[in-house]
């Protein structure tokens, strides 16, 4: 264990929350940090070698599957490309075990027509030996004018 996660060990047992419930929620943080400075290596650092992505999709944006590193990082990817993010926002997060359930928004403008969309979304992550192994969305579009 290194120096950090055994500073977050022992911090956690003095206020009572247990080590995998904050090291989901501190993986889950991680990558949203990442997703946020649009690095896309320290995005895909967060996540297992056999990790699952499913987008269910919008009125507006199509669902589809992200599978392994190599699939996330094109998801990420084409959402950087292709958007330009205004605002994301998640709200309220519920931690059990190793499950993180986060509840938020965005607004973002697709580069290439000028549209702009806002959302509403749930984010599941499941994290295992520190790495996320399985996202699902759950979203809802509205286009503004």
């Known amino acids: 264990m290194d120096n ?3 500073g977050r060990h022992l911090v956690c047992e003095k206020i009572g929350i247990s080590h995998m419930e904050t090291s989901a929620r501190t993986v889950v943080d991680e990558m949203f940090a990442a997703f946020g400075a649009g690095d896309v290596e320290k995005f895909v650092a967060t996540v297992s070698d056999d990790t699952v992505w499913v987008y269910h999709g919008t009125q507006i944006i199509p669902s589809g599957v992200f599978e392994k590193k190599d699939g996330v990082r094109a998801f990420l990817t084409n959402i950087l490309e292709r958007t330009e993010i205004i605002s994301f926002e998640p709200q309220q997060f519920v931690v059990e075990e190793n499950v993180v359930v986060v509840l ?8 290439r027509s000028g549209r702009e969309l806002k959302q509403k979304w749930v984010q599941v992550y499941t994290v295992e ?3 996320i192994t399985r996202m ?3 979203a809802t579009s509205e286009e503004i004018d």
């Open 4 to 6: 950090l996660s055994r």
């Open 136 to 138: 699902e969305e759950f």
């Open 104 to 111: 938020g928004r965005e607004h973002q403008k697709v580069k």
């Open 129 to 131: 030996n520190g790495l």
